[in-house]
């Protein structure tokens, strides 16, 4: 116990003096620590706000426990066939996946259904309308098919099953407390129960935890969710013309003279480039992608390749302005390697995409502005730039 105990303060002193060099950097400490400061700004608005929406969502669900109370004294002869079809309309979009293409009339309780219905949903259909309190009568003359390639009102659409709501993908503000109270608390007692139960609690309280305060689905959470991704925006208005932004931005080698996090980008063949950048916390990362639309002075849009260790999607719109400017807009996809857990980390720090462009657009605003910029120590000028680069394949 003792030596475990001495691990684990040696690993605390190690922590502390690795984000004391790390906050405490004569050139970039400054605006770490900025950046931190309004991180924690940031997320104290975001726990206001979540606490109005919190306090909101429990208001509401007293407010319909008490209808619902209220509602098992009431005769349903009293319901007006307005409130009926607005019942119906609600049980027909979670029977049907094309509840638009269902034709609803109601008079003193007799209900009639029309128009347009996948044959397999039919009996769903109508078992869910007679559940509806106030329906006395049903008759339907609906239209039914097994092949709705030809049916414009049957294309697309999803049937929305209802599902508990934990097993949702998204939970309210309240499944996220109780969750939040839950997972904390079972961390509590793995911490005074160190027997392998205790620990396996505490670790399940753990994800509890991280999967309510997040509010994603766990394979997300740890990045094994492949299909989903963060998306980040970014706009910004540079006083250059869109055909220097464009020269610059459409080849990909100027990148590592201006963004320090980039480290270098090597062309290969069929307009393919190496990247290699810095991740969260300095940790080297490699993928290769490829320019894969080059509008002259309006767009640049480039795809990481299958398999990358980082998959990445982005498009650069450049827009010339009135007053001689340019507006350059930046949206980009990304998987994090380490899941949405290992981006909030990396948020929290500053090392995060969303900042690495942040501190990207001031350093790009620099070089074309004042015709300079300074990148690790190093300053660049616009001359340095070039504007050859592979063409889009």
Known sequence: MKREGLS????GAFGAGALTMYFADPNRGKRRRATLRDTFL????????FAMRFG????????????????????????????LEQRIRTAVGRAVSHPHAVEVNCTGGSVFLGGWVLADEVSELTSAVRAVRGVRELSTFLNTTDHPQHISALQGGVRRRHLPEFLQQSWSPTARVLAGLAGAGLIAYGATHRKLIGRTLGANGAILLARSVLNTPLKRMIGADETAGLRIQKAAYINATAADLYEFWKNPQNYPKVFAHVKEITPEQNGIFLWHVAGPAGIPLSWRGRITRLLPEQCIEWWSLPGSTVENHGVI?????KDGRTRVQIDMSY???????????????????KSAIDRDMVQLKSLFEQDKATVDGHKVTKSEVKSESEPAA
């Open 8 to 11: 684990w303060t040696l690993f």
């Open 42 to 49: 940031h997320s104290g608005h975001d726990i206001r706000k």
């Open 56 to 83: 909101r969502d429990v208001e509401h669900r007293a407010e319909g426990a008490v209808a619902g109370t209220r509602r098992l004294f009431e005769d349903d002869d009293e319901v007006s066939d307005t409130v």
């Open 317 to 321: 719109h450049l827009e010339a302005q």
């Open 335 to 353: 998987n994090p390697p380490a899941g949405l857990l290992g981006h909030a980390v990396a948020a929290l720090l500053g090392l995060d995409p």
